[in-house]
């Protein structure tokens, strides 16, 4: 299992710009690590109390498969819950008042 330690330097300097600028995007080239990045920020904000909730906006494909393997391979954000907001307008709304952080 990966640790925060196993992140880059710039994957760190990444999770630290979400920290300090609320309502950001991270834009860089697929497979640089940008999931990684914003995991161990939202992480880092829950365990500060400074967020209890995270809303994350994706490719579908990115949200299905991408998010919730990062999150589980990760021993700093394994314990973070997440709900996919997906599907007919009720089953949104049923997904976002998910007991989840993400």
């Given at each position: 299992?990966?640790?925060?330690?196993?992140?880059?330097?710039?994957?760190?300097?990444?999770?630290?710009?979400?920290?300090?600028?609320?309502?950001?995007?991270?834009?860089?080239?697929?497979?640089?690590?940008?999931?990684?990045?914003?995991?161990?920020?939202?992480?880092?904000?829950?365990?500060?109390c400074d967020v209890?909730?995270?809303?994350?906006?994706?490719?579908?494909?990115?949200?299905?498969?991408?998010?919730?393997?990062e999150i589980g391979?990760?021993?700093?954000?394994?314990?973070?819950?997440?709900?996919?907001?997906?599907?007919?307008?009720?089953?949104r709304a049923k997904?976002?008042?998910?007991?989840?952080?993400?």
């Amino acid at each position: 299992m990966l640790s925060s330690d196993d992140l880059h330097g710039y994957q760190r300097r990444a999770a630290e710009f979400v920290k300090t600028h609320r309502g950001c995007a991270l834009f860089a080239d697929c497979g640089t690590g940008k999931t990684a990045a914003t995991l161990t920020a939202i992480a880092d904000l829950f365990m500060t109390c400074d967020v209890s909730k995270a809303l994350v906006i994706a490719p579908l494909r990115v949200a299905r498969y991408v998010w919730p393997f990062e999150i589980g391979a990760w021993s700093h954000t394994k314990q973070l819950r997440y709900s996919l907001v997906v599907g007919s307008a009720k089953q949104r709304a049923k997904a976002l008042r998910a007991d989840a952080e993400i």
